[in-house]
Every structure is written in C-alpha cells, then in structure tokens.
C-alpha cells in the first residue's frame, strides 16, 4: 500500500514542545566568519558533525600533545579507569611535560588519565600505552586501528604523547571528530573539564597537584576542555569546546600563533550564527494511533530516535510531518512494532525518526452467534 499522508504540516509552537520557543529572526546582518591565525582550523558541532568554519581543514599536520585526546579515548574505550596501573621503567623519564613517575610506584588509570589530560605528562601517556596495549606499538596499532574505523583517512599515530614524528600526523577536521566522540564519554568530559586534581606519589595521597593547561576553562563560558599542545615543530596546537543552550561545539586550530584568540572568535561565531532546536528527545514524543479489532481502541507510539537540527540563527519555524502506511492499525499490535515515520524539517534540512507502539494491544476475541445476537450486532469488526 502506497503511503499516505495522515497528518498535515503542522507548524511548531511553545504548546508542542516544552523546549525553548523558537522564533523566527529578522533576517539582519549575519555574524561574519572569523579571522584565525592558525595555518589550519575548524569549528564543528559535536552531535551532528556539521563543520560551522573551516580554514585548511582537511591538510595533514603535525598535532603535538593533541595526541592524547585519542590516547584517552583508546583507554577509556578498551580498559577499566579503576584498574591498578604498576609503572614500568619505560615510563620513567620520558621527554617534555611530565609528572616524574616513579619505577614500581602504582596508581589508578584514571589518576593517570588525569595527568594525562591536565598535566599533559608523556610518561602518563607512555604508561597508559603500556598498561593498556601491552606496548607503546601495540598501543599506537589500537589508536590507529580506532582511526580507521572512523573513517579517518588522513591520522595517523606513531606514539601516545604527540613528541614529533613526521609520520605523525592528523588534520584540523578529523582532529575535532576523534574530540567528538570522546566528549561522549562521560568520564572523559569529566577530566578534561576539571581544572585543578590531586593524585598520589609513590602511594603517599593527594601530593601531585595536576593544573590544566586550558585557560578557556575559567575566560570562555560554558568551556568544557579539551586539550593543548606544543612542539617547535609543529607549532601551538589547541582543541576546545564549548557548550551553551544544549548546543555543543569543537574548534580545532593547528600552528596558530595566536590560539586563544582564535578559539574565542571561533566559539562566538558558532553560538552566535546557529542553534540547536529539539522538538523531542529519544522517547520523549507521545501520539494516540487508533486500533481496530483489538481489546483497546489505541496505541501510544513515541519517536526512536531524537527529533533534533541545528539552524541557522535567522532560519524559518520548524515544520512537523508524519506519514504512516495507513489511519489505523489492525490488532493484534506488538510493542516495539513500526508504525509511521516523523520528519521535523526545516528548509532543506530535515531529521526523521520512526514512531513505535510502546505497549502490545491483543486482537479482541470473535464473539459467538448468540453473543452477536445479544451485542445486536454492534460488535467491532
């Protein structure tokens, strides 16, 4: 049966949704892009991907201690944060940033996720590849092997620090999708947003202070991390993100003299110039569908997925439609079962989800001659 339509274009309103209104804008002056000084850069939003600004976004360069966003994202990903970690030798020592670990000293991988993530410290990544990999190589072959099934066709790792290597490498664009995806980690969110943590030395508790490098933390509202990095051959290196008003971006600059800056401007433009609008997070929608022939006369359907886009600021209201193969359902109904698809549209953007009963309606029982005789007939096909 051809599709057909049960539900018109039904324009958003405050009464559909109990999220923010959304009101059309005054098509004014849109903000103009930013002016950085990195060699390369992106702006991008963390839940649908979609790149805000770019500047070189897709040349491979060098990322220095931007690294270990994936180092953290590999560990949290294959390992327990609360396992014990035993620092090994080849740890110990290590060049550039470091907490001075201890041969046999022991502590927790999330005490060294922290190091890693505020500190910056080389010998907590090398000591993370080891516990988790087995081996810094062994480590590196995982972070590469995530790289890959990401679809990331120009990263690649030769360690878990980001001490420069010319096969070491990444761009402006995948850099920010590896930071995506470990924002969606909640324990990585967490560290990489904390500011100041102390952890033990050599078993004594709470004698490392770990202080993070990100100065957006405290200057840029609503700052959530991510991570610095530096070598002199690579340049300053930065990602960051920022969330407001249920919006989440993630700006990446590689070789920019003047990061800060180019990160705040970045950051404004993107809250300025879009908005995420959600008529109904996963679950959240409710429509009475009727039933025929069951022992109720409807079934409640709600939306799999969340109905949710990122706009432009001075785009038009939200439309809503919902197709379905027909106006009612026969019984018997089973929970989980597809029933319509909802589409929220806005221009040529649009985000569908299908609609499925969250309860089972069973098919009514046939009645006997004499009980239609005594029903007079009036009994539900």
Known sequence: MSKKLFCFLLTLTVGLCCCTPIRAVPAKESPSPPS??????????????????????????????????????????????????TIPKEAVGIEGSSIYLIEGETMTLRELLYALMLSSANDAATAIAIAVGGSEERFCDLMNQTAREMGLQSTRFENPHGLYHEEHYTTAEELARIAARALS?????????????????????????????????????GAIGVKTGFTKKTGRTLVSAAERDGMTLIAVTLDAPDDWRDHTAMLDFGFSAYRRFTFAPSGAYSHSFPVVGGKEKEVILTNATALSLL???DHGT???????????????????????????????????????ATESVEKKPSLSLLDRLLDGGQSNP
């Open 36 to 85: 950085v000084s990195a060699k390369a850069a992106v702006l991008i939003e963390a839940e649908s991907g979609e790149v805000l600004f770019e500047k070189n976004a897709h040349l491979p360069m060098g990322m220095a201690s931007t690294t270990k966003i994936m180092t953290a994202l590999v560990a949290l990903e294959q390992a327990d944060p609360d396992q014990t970690v």
């Open 185 to 221: 980690i909640p324990l990585f969110r967490e560290i990489v947003s904390t500011y100041t943590k102390k952890i033990p030395h050599d078993g004594i508790p709470d004698v490392r202070l770990l202080c993070n490098h990100n100065k957006l933390l405290k200057s840029y509202k």
């Open 311 to 313: 706009l432009p600021k």
């Open 318 to 356: 939200p439309k809503i439609l919902i197709e379905s193969v027909g106006r009612f359902l026969y019984a018997p109904v089973q929970s989980g079962q597809s029933v319509c698809r909802m589409t929220l549209m806005a221009g040529d953007r649009s985000v569908s989800s299908i609609l499925y």
